[in-house]
């Protein structure tokens, strides 16, 4: 392969990812979404080549670990791509490359797939569908990826037969709810891609637990705009498991207090009342949820970044975090946004951005959700240059995972 110079990130370049679950809800990986932000205005004579380069300098520069952790990346690539053989540059243990369902099964894209399995990368199949002219796509596969959505049942059913017959993994993509994911598992799907662990699954007539509402109650106090600070430190100590696990976040490396903290007051003393109600509400969602983890990382996510982005609109930061942290309430508590949020003393700002992503953390909130879903288009058309929402999200990314690795630890989750 000829060898040249990579060139720099076009900073216009949109990255997110999308989860990929195992059959235990626990992250098996991630697709790695992309969008060149001059692909719609700049002429270039190969565009898919041109955007898959983007996209790959982009994630050599950021580092895949960084953006995929220690699970699987799922990469698009084009036919070009293949041909070309540029995705050697990509690590092989941590990468999975995906086969647009545009590329026709020609001898050289086959020949070039067989040369990507035998280097050691794996292989996925993208929106398949079984038809006689692509099957031979299947004895080079490693995955097969099912747009559950663009299939009726029966449809559904014929797939997975023929697909069984193949020595491929199946993974259902675009399922969106637990009734689509139950239907997936039982029929075999090993892996799971879609935003079914962001919706509560909310049964008629059915009240929140005595001890889910002593968590909301407990999320009410905290969020009450008068708490003094004493009695913020008071709340706290009064729960040991929290005071525990509060000490040790604001001793880790994503707080990087300056010194040591060995008391609660002492925490509320030196980061003051908003970061510690903000940690404290974390906390207690991340202990207290027995959701997948990935649901925490999310509502992490997206407190850091609302954060940023008030604050670059003059807006109220803490009320931003606020705003991101409890977009994802009623998944926690399956219940209703609107039930949950009657018991919290929260901001008017607050709360219509929540139940009705209106005023300007509602549009920052909504901003930050499209991005989360690779929804360019919403995005582009946002207040807020690419560049910049691209920067927030991977400081964004990497705090989230920071705050995980000291409040998450033994948790199993």
Known sequence: MTSTAAPSINHSVLVGRQAIFDRQKEVFGYELLYRDGQTNSAQVVDGDEAT?????????????????????????????????????????NNVVLEVLESIEPTPLVMQSLARARQLGYQIALDDFIVRDSHRALLEVADFVKVDILALTSQQLLE???????????????????????????????????????????????????GNRMAIVLLLAKLQDPDIKMEDLEELVENDLSLSLKLLRFVNSASVGLPRVV??????????????????????????????????????????????????????????????????VLDAYFDCEMKQLLADLPLASDILLALTERQGCLGEILACVISYERGEWNQVESSRFEPQVLRHEYFLSAEWAQEVMNATLAGKGK
Request: charged share 20%; with cysteine.
């Open 52 to 92: 898959a380069r983007v996209m790959v300098n982009t994630f050599l520069e950021m580092g895949i670990d960084h953006i995929a952790g220690t699970g699987q990346a799922f990469i698009n690539m084009t036919a070009n791509f293949f041909l070309s053989q540029n995705y050697e540059v990509l690590p092989k």
């Open 159 to 209: 797939q997975i037969d023929v697909l069984k017959q193949y020595p491929v993994r199946l993974l259902a993509e675009k399922v969106e709810d637990q009734e689509v994911f139950t239907l997936c598992y039982e029929q075999g799907f090993e892996y799971f891609q879609g935003y079914f662990f962001c919706k509560p699954q909310i049964m008629e007539g059915v009240k929140l637990s």
């Open 262 to 327: 060995n008391s609660i007051g002492q925490a509320v003393g030196m980061v003051g009342t908003d970061r510690m109600r903000q940690w404290a509400s974390l906390l207690i969602l991340a202990n207290n949820s027995g959701k997948p983890s990935e649901l925490m990382r999310i509502a992490l996510i997206r407190g850091r970044m609302c954060q940023g982005l008030s604050r670059l609109q003059g807006e109220s930061a803490s009320q931003g975090f606020t705003v991101g942290l409890f977009s």
